[in-house]
Nanobody
Framework: VQLVESGGVLVQAGGSLRLSCSAT????????LRWYRQAPGKPREFVAS???????NYAEAVKGRFTIYRDAAKNTLSMKMNDLKPEDTAVYYC?????????WGQGTQVTVSS
């Protein structure tokens, strides 16, 4: 399984962005899909997840601003990011869980300028 993220760009604080993650397998067949991020000098952290059944979960730092969803027509995992803050600057990674396997994309850079 290959995951490829896209959509990361430089954006001003308060702006919006949509990240996408395409997969070489039906995105709906994964047990859980997640977005993680890693800022320079910091460990990778959980951002958002969606289960096979559609239940979503968010890190407190992004709750109310980010929305994770699956686009079945495009076979992608996406995340709409609103009201971006400089502290959202990071490389964002897509993760697909299919126990006992865990797949990662290569990441896409999001930079939020103040």
């Amino acid at each position: 399984v290959q995951l490829v993220e896209s959509g990361g760009v430089l954006v001003q604080a308060g702006g919006s962005l949509r990240l996408s993650c395409s997969a070489t397998r039906n995105i709906r067949n994964f047990n859980r899909l997640r977005w993680y991020r890693q800022a320079p000098g910091k460990p990778r952290e959980f951002v958002a997840s969606i289960t096979w059944g559609g239940t979503t979960n968010y890190a407190e730092a992004v709750k109310g601003r980010f929305t994770i969803y699956r686009d079945a027509a495009k076979n992608t995992l996406s995340m709409k990011m609103n009201d971006l803050k400089p502290e959202d600057t990071a490389v964002y990674y897509c993760n697909a869980n299919d126990p006992p396997y865990n797949y990662w994309g290569q990441g896409t850079q999001v930079t939020v300028s103040s």
